[in-house]
């Protein structure tokens, strides 16, 4: 029972995450000039790669143990993107 509904918890991560992803990569191509074009990746796609990494912890925290190493990328990930996207 418990899990099954953590799979299905960890399918809805994924799901969501390609869906931001999914938004976030149609912005980048139908967006009309490079500012609006920035808008898109580091928004949507952040958030999209954030929820399949999250996905990814607790699938892999409920199969093998703790996971840190999608903990980690997230955390790197959710500090690069915004900085490199305000530097350019």
Known sequence: M???LLDALT????????????VGSIGLARLPDIF????GPT??????VGGILVG????????????LHELLVTIFLF???P????LL
């Open 43 to 48: 928004k949507a796609t952040t958030m999209g």
């Open 83 to 86: 900085v490199s996207a305000h």
């Open 36 to 39: 609006t074009r920035l808008h």
């Open 56 to 67: 990814s912890i607790l699938y892999f925290s409920v199969r093998q143990g703790l996971s």
């Open 2 to 4: 418990i899990a099954t």
């Open 11 to 22: 399918a809805l991560f994924l799901l969501v995450g390609a869906l931001f992803a999914l």
């Open 79 to 81: 500090l690069t993107a």
